[in-house]
C-alpha cells in the first residue's frame, strides 16, 4: 500500500505542471532583427512566433480570430469608428522594468504605422484613422503592432520572456520574467537555435537536443508514423502561382484559365504533399471564411484543352521556384507536366525573372479581412479595402482578386512541429502560434 | 671567283644540303611516327573508352539489379499486385534510392508502363513511359535519350524486372553521360574527350560539352557532327583552332547509337598536334644550328685547306709576275714533297737556268757588241786614218820630191789633217755621249707641250726656202693625262725621231706627230712619207750602231729607245715600203714617280 502510495504521488508530480527548464527550440527561419517594425525580415510564421515572446500586442485574437483583451485590458471605438481609445493594462512593463505607459504605446505605434494619428490621453492611448476602421483590434494584433521601446539602438519589449543572448541568425536564448503582467511562464528559458534545416532539426529531434523543431507538411504524416509527436496548425500557409504581369490579352487571360484548370491539385496535396495541406482554389482557406469550396479546386482536363483549343496562339511560360525548396520543384515540374497534358508550354527555372512563380506565403492572421488584404500584398496584387461588412463582400473581394488572373491559388498547408513527449500543455493556435507562457517540462524518464 | 672561295662556296653547299637533307628525313620519319603514334593513341583512348564504357554498363546492370533486389522494390512489387500504387508513399523512393546506388536515372513502372517512382522527374509519378523500345528486358546495359523537366540527357540505363505477383514491376536505372563521364577517363597527356549529345538534325553548341563543360569555339566542331549526322560513320578531322599551328587538333568523331540504331551522342577524341609541331621546330632549330655551325666549320676548314692548296700556287705566281718584271733570282719555298712541291721544284730549276741562259746571253750580247763597236770604231777609225795616212805620205813624198811644191802641199795636208782630225774628234764626242745618258729627272709633263715644242723648233728649219719641201702636222689629242717624264730627254729622244724622218724624206713630205691618250697610257707618234723600211731594218733598227744612212753613227734610235725605256715606256716601229714609217712611243702615267717627285719638291721646296 505505501509502495503505491508513493507511485501515485509520484506519478501526480510527473503531470503537475512545474517551473523550470529550458526548452530547445530549432527552425529554418534565421531572423537577423528582433524589431517587429523591421520591415526588412521575412514574413515568416516562425519571426511572428519569436515576436509573440518577447512582445505583446495590444489586442489579440482567440481561436476563431475574434479579439480579446492583451495589453490593453479594454477599448472602445467612438461612432464611425475612426477614433479609437485603448485602455492599458496596469503593471505591465517592459522588460528594462520600465512601466508601459501611453505615450509608450504610442510612440511604438506611430514607428510602424505613420499613416495613423496616434497619441495618449490620459490613461488611454487614442488611435485615429483618415477613414472608418471597425477592424482596427484584429489589425492591432499584427505582428509589427508589436508593442516596443527603443532606446539607444535596443529594442525592450513586454512579452513573457526578455532576451538574454541574441547572436543574430544564429541563436535567441529567453528567459522567463518574474514581473510579466499576466504570470511568469513555467518554463526558465528558451533555447531557440536558428537556420536549421529540416533534416538537421529532425537528428537533433530524435537526439534528444531539440523539443520542438519544424516538420515539413509532406513529412508530417511519415513522421507520425514513425513515432513521432506532431502538432499540425489549421491550413495557413498558401501555395499559388502568381504571374509577373495582368494578362496583355483575352488569349493571355484564357491561357491563364487553361492552366488553372489543368493543374490536379488533389494530386498534388496527396502524393506531393502527401496531405500535409488542402486543396484550394480560393485565397484563403476554407475554414478561415467558409466559402472556399466555392471556387474551383479540381481538374478539368477537357475544358482545359477546350480552352487552349481556343487560343490561337499560346506562350510558352516560365516557372519560377525556389531552388532552395525540394518540393517546390516537384510541385513546379508537375504543374509543368499538367500544363503539357493540356498543350500548353511550360519550362521551369530557378530563376527569377520568370513568367510566373510558385509561391508560399503564410496567412499573417486568423482575421480573414486582414489575412486577406495581407496577403493580396504579399503577392503584389492590387489592394483591397480592409474592412468587409459582411462574408459576401469578403467573398467579393477575393473573388475579384482572382478574376484579375494575376493569381492562381493550389493549395493551402499546414504548419507542423515536431513537439517532445517532454513538452507539456502544448498549444497552438490555429494559425499555428505558439502559446508557450502555458508550457511546461515534464522530468525526463531515466 | 678566286680559287678560295670557290672550295668555300662547295663545302658550305654540301654542309647544307647534308643538313636539309638529314633535317628533312628526320621531320619526315617523325610525322609518320607522331601520325602513327597518334592513331596508336587513338584507338588505345577509343577502346579504353568502350572498355570504360561497357564497365560502366555492367556497374550500371549491377546496381540496377541491387536496385531490384532491395527491400523497396520488393515492397513496392507487392504493392503492385495487390492493386494500384499508392504514389505519395514512393514519391521520394525512386531519389532515395537513386541516391543510394549513386545512379543518375532511376525509375520504377509497373506493367503498364506507368511510372510509380522517379528519380530524374519525381513529378512524373502516374505519367506513361516509353518503352516500345524494350521488345525484351535485355541483359546489358544500353544508350538511352531521357527526356528531363530541363531538356534531354544521354545515359547508359539498365532494366531489371520484379516479378513478385501477376503485375511485374520494372526497375530503369541507368548513369548520365556527362563531363564527369568524360572526366572519369584516363586520357594521355595532349588528348581530350568531347561529347556531343545528337538531340535533333543540325548542330547545337550547347550540347557539345568537355571536361570542363561547354566547348570553346564549337562551331570548328559543328561540320564534324553534320558529317556524322550523315553518315554515322567514324571519322578523323584536323581542327585549325587558331592561327597558330601548335594548337591543331585531330579529332576521330565515334557515333554512338541506342538500341534501335538511332545516332544519340557523338563522342570526340581530340588529339593536340603541339608535340608533333614542337618536335618538327626543334629538329628544325637543332638543322639551323647544325646548318650554321656546319657552314662556319666549312669556312674555317675550307679557308685551311684552300691556304694549305693555294699559298704555294700564290707564291708560285708571285714568283712567276717577279720572273716576268726581270727578277730572275726569283725561288719558291714549299717545304712539301706532294705536286705542289714538284712543281715548286720545277719552277725553281726552271729561273735558276733561265738565269744562266741570260748570263750566257749577256756574255755573248756583250762580246758582241763589242765586236762590233771595234768593228765600228775600227771602221769609222778607219775613214778619217787613211786620209790622214794619205796626207802624211802625200807631204812626205812632196818634200823628197818637190821641195819648191812643199810648202802649198803643206798648206792643203794640213788643211785636210786638221779636217780630218775633226772628224775624229766628232766620232769620239758621240760615242762619249752615248755613254754618258743620263738618268731621267721626272717632273709633271704635259706631253702635248713637248711635241709642240719640238714641232716649233723643226717647223721654222723646214720653212727655210734652201730646204726640200716637208709639211709638218700637229695632231694633239685633248685632254691627255699629265705624265711624270723627263721633258728635256723626251724632247731630244722626239728630236730624233723627227730628224731621222727628215732625212727619210729627201724629197719631201708629210711629217706628222700626232698624239692620243688610252686609259693610263699617253702615246706619241712621228711618222713621215718617206720611203719606208723593209721587215729586216725594222727588225735591227733599234740595235746600237746599226743605221741605213750613209753618214749616220746608228745611235740616235738607240738614244730614243734607251730614253723611251727609262721612262718605263715602249716605242715600236711601223713601216711598209713605199708608204712611210711610223714610231709610235708609249709612256705610262708613272704615277709613282709622280709623287716621287712631288715629294722631292715639296722637299726641296720646305727647304728652301
Known amino acids: 500500500v505505501a509502495s503505491s502510495l508513493v507511485c501515485i504521488l509520484d506519478a501526480s508530480a510527473v503531470a503537475r505542471p512545474h517551473y523550470g527548464g529550458t526548452l530547445h527550440v530549432e527552425m529554418r527561419a534565421a531572423p537577423t532583427s528582433l524589431d517587429p517594425a523591421d520591415s526588412n525580415q521575412p514574413n515568416w510564421i516562425e519571426s511572428r512566433n519569436l515576436f509573440s515572446l518577447i512582445f505583446d500586442t495590444l489586442v489579440s485574437l482567440d481561436e476563431y480570430g475574434k479579439p480579446e483583451p492583451a495589453l490593453a485590458s479594454s477599448w472602445q471605438a467612438e461612432p464611425g469608428s475612426q477614433r479609437w481609445q485603448f485602455f492599458l493594462r496596469h503593471r505591465a512593463t ?33 488611435i485615429e484613422r483618415d477613414s472608418p476602421a471597425p477592424n482596427l483590434p484584429a489589425e492591432l494584433t499584427l505582428p509589427r503592432n508589436s508593442i516596443a521601446k527603443r ?20 541563436k535567441l536564448l529567453l528567459a522567463a520574467r518574474d514581473d510579466y503582467w499576466d504570470g511568469r511562464a513555467f518554463l526558465d528559458t528558451i533555447d531557440i537555435a536558428m537556420g536549421k534545416s529540416l533534416r538537421e532539426q529532425l537528428i537533433s529531434f530524435d537526439l534528444g537536443k531539440a523539443q520542438v523543431i519544424e516538420i515539413a507538411p509532406e513529412q508530417a504524416h511519415r513522421a507520425v508514423a514513425e513515432g513521432r509527436h506532431v502538432e499540425s496548425s489549421s491550413p495557413v500557409e498558401l501555395i499559388a502561382l502568381v504571374f509577373s504581369r495582368d494578362p496583355r490579352a483575352p488569349d493571355d487571360g484564357r491561357q491563364r484559365q487553361a492552366l488553372a484548370l489543368s493543374i490536379d491539385r488533389e494530386l498534388l496535396n496527396t502524393v506531393v504533399l502527401q496531405g500535409g495541406g488542402e486543396p484550394g482554389g480560393g485565397l484563403l482557406p476554407n475554414w478561415m471564411t467558409g466559402y472556399g469550396f466555392l471556387f474551383p479546386a479540381s481538374i478539368d482536363l477537357g475544358l482545359a484543352r477546350q480552352v487552349r483549343g481556343e487560343i490561337p496562339h499560346t506562350t510558352s511560360w516560365t516557372l519560377g521556384y525556389d531552388p532552395a525548396d525540394p518540393t517546390a520543384r516537384v510541385i513546379a515540374e508537375r504543374i509543368a507536366l499538367n500544363a503539357r497534358d493540356a498543350g500548353l508550354g511550360m519550362q521551369i527555372a530557378s530563376t527569377s525573372t520568370t513568367d510566373l512563380r510558385l509561391v508560399r506565403i503564410p496567412l499573417i492572421s486568423l482575421d480573414p479581412q486582414i489575412a486577406l488584404g495581407e496577403l493580396a500584398a504579399g503577392l503584389g496584387l492590387p489592394p483591397s479595402k480592409s474592412t468587409f461588412a459582411s462574408v459576401d463582400e469578403l467573398y467579393g473581394a477575393e473573388n475579384k482578386l482572382l478574376q484579375s488572373q494575376r493569381v492562381i491559388p493550389l493549395l493551402h498547408l499546414r504548419t507542423a512541429y515536431g513537439v517532445s513527449n517532454t513538452v507539456k500543455n502544448w498549444r497552438m493556435a490555429r494559425d499555428g502560434s505558439w502559446r508557450l507562457s502555458d508550457v511546461w517540462l515534464a522530468a525526463e524518464k531515466p | ?15 647544307l644540303v647534308s643538313v636539309v637533307a638529314v633535317a628533312w628525313s628526320i621531320s619526315s620519319l617523325t610525322r609518320k611516327a607522331f601520325e602513327k603514334a597518334n592513331e596508336e593513341r587513338t584507338a588505345a583512348l577509343v577502346a579504353q573508352f568502350r572498355h570504360e564504357f561497357n564497365l560502366r554498363g555492367e556497374d550500371v546492370a549491377r546496381r540496377v539489379e541491387t536496385v531490384a533486389a532491395s527491400e523497396g522494390a520488393t515492397r513496392m512489387a507487392l504493392a503492385l499486385s495487390h492493386g494500384s500504387p499508392d504514389y505519395g508513399a514512393y514519391l521520394n523512393e525512386a531519389r532515395s534510392t537513386a541516391d543510394n546506388q549513386e545512379l543518375d536515372f532511376l525509375e520504377f513502372i509497373d506493367n503498364q508502363a506507368t511510372i510509380i517512382s522517379s528519380a530524374q522527374w519525381p513529378a512524373k509519378f502516374g505519367y506513361k513511359e516509353n518503352l516500345t523500345f524494350i521488345s525484351a528486358i535485355p541483359k546489358d546495359a544500353f544508350l538511352k535519350q531521357e527526356e528531363l523537366p530541363d531538356g534531354a540527357a544521354l545515359g547508359l540505363f539498365a532494366v531489371r524486372e520484379v516479378n513478385l505477383g501477376e503485375k ?27 561529347f556531343y549529345q545528337n538531340l535533333g538534325a543540325g548542330f547545337s553548341p550547347q550540347f557539345l560539352i568537355d571536361t570542363s563543360g561547354t566547348v570553346q569555339q564549337p562551331d570548328r566542331i559543328a561540320p564534324i557532327i553534320r558529317q556524322l549526322q550523315q553518315q554515322q560513320r567514324e571519322t578523323t578531322t584536323l581542327v585549325h583552332w587558331s592561327s597558330n599551328e601548335g594548337d591543331d587538333e585531330s579529332i576521330d568523331a565515334i557515333p554512338l547509337t541506342g538500341r534501335d540504331n538511332q545516332l544519340l551522342g557523338i563522342l570526340l577524341i581530340g588529339n593536340s598536334r603541339r608535340p608533333y609541331v614542337e618536335l618538327r621546330q626543334r629538329i628544325r632549330s637543332a638543322a639551323l644550328l647544325s646548318g650554321g655551325a ?61 738565269l744562266a741562259q741570260r748570263e750566257h746571253l749577256v756574255q755573248a750580247e756583250r762580246v758582241a757588241a763589242w765586236r762590233e763597236l771595234a768593228r765600228r770604231l775600227a771602221h769609222e777609225l778607219k775613214n778619217p786614218l787613211f786620209p790622214l795616212q794619205l796626207t802624211v805620205e802625200n807631204l812626205l813624198r812632196a818634200r823628197q820630191q818637190s821641195p819648191q811644191q812643199f810648202e802649198e802641199i803643206f798648206q792643203e795636208s794640213s788643211s785636210t789633217l786638221l779636217a780630218e782630225i775633226a772628224n775624229l774628234k766628232a766620232i769620239i764626242s758621240r760615242f762619249s755621249e752615248f755613254s754618258r745618258m743620263p738618268q731621267p729627272q721626272f717632273q709633271q709633263v ?70 692620243r691618250q688610252n686609259g693610263d697610257l699617253s702615246f706619241v707618234e712621228v711618222s713621215d712619207t718617206g720611203a719606208g723600211l723593209t721587215p729586216q731594218e725594222c727588225e735591227r733598227l733599234f740595235t746600237p750602231y746599226y743605221t741605213s744612212k750613209p753618214h749616220g753613227t746608228g745611235l740616235g734610235l738607240a738614244i730614243v729607245q734607251s730614253v723611251i725605256s727609262d721612262h718605263g715606256g715602249k716605242i715600236s716601229v711601223r713601216s711598209e715600203s713605199g708608204h712611210g714609217t711610223t714610231f709610235v712611243i708609249e709612256l705610262p702615267r708613272n704615277a709613282d714617280k709622280l709623287q716621287t717627285a712631288d715629294q722631292a719638291l715639296d722637299a726641296t721646296a720646305r727647304s728652301h
Open chain 2, 1 to 15: 671567283m678566286i680559287f678560295q672561295r670557290k672550295l668555300l662556296a662547295v663545302f658550305a653547299l654540301t654542309v
Open chain 1, 94 to 126: 517592459f522588460q528594462d522594468g520600465a512601466s508601459v505607459t501611453p505615450d509608450a504605446v504610442a510612440a511604438s505605434l506611430r514607428r510602424t504605422n505613420p499613416t495613423w494619428k496616434v497619441f495618449s490621453e490620459g490613461e488611454a492611448v487614442i
Open chain 2, 294 to 354: 656546319g657552314i662556319l666549320l666549312a669556312i674555317l676548314f675550307s679557308g685551311w685547306a684552300a691556304a694549305r692548296v693555294t699559298r704555294p700556287v700564290e707564291q708560285l705566281a708571285r714568283a712567276a709576275r717577279e720572273v716576268a718584271s726581270g727578277n730572275w733570282n726569283a725561288q719558291v719555298t714549299i717545304p712539301s714533297s706532294d705536286e705542289l712541291g714538284e712543281l715548286a721544284e720545277t719552277f725553281n730549276r726552271m729561273t735558276r737556268e733561265l
Open chain 1, 151 to 170: 532606446e539607444g539602438g535596443k529594442i525592450s519589449g513586454t512579452g513573457p520572456f526578455a532576451v538574454s543572448q541574441w547572436d543574430p541568425g544564429k
Open chain 2, 168 to 194: 511485374p514491376l520494372l526497375v530503369i536505372g541507368g548513369r548520365r553521360i556527362d563531363k564527369d563521364f568524360l572526366a572519369s577517363l584516363q586520357l594521355p597527356a595532349g588528348m581530350r574527350a568531347m
Open chain 2, 446 to 515: 704635259q706631253l702635248n707641250d713637248v711635241v709642240q715644242n719640238v714641232g716649233r723648233l723643226f717647223q721654222a728649219q723646214l720653212r727655210a726656202p734652201e730646204h726640200v719641201s716637208i709639211e709638218c702636222k700637229l695632231e694633239l689629242a685633248e685632254p691627255m693625262d699629265l705624265i711624270a717624264a723627263d721633258p728635256d730627254l723626251l724632247h731630244r729622244a722626239l728630236s730624233n725621231l723627227v730628224l731621222n724622218a727628215m732625212d727619210a724624206m729627201p724629197q719631201g713630205g708629210t711629217l706628222t706627230l700626232q698624239t
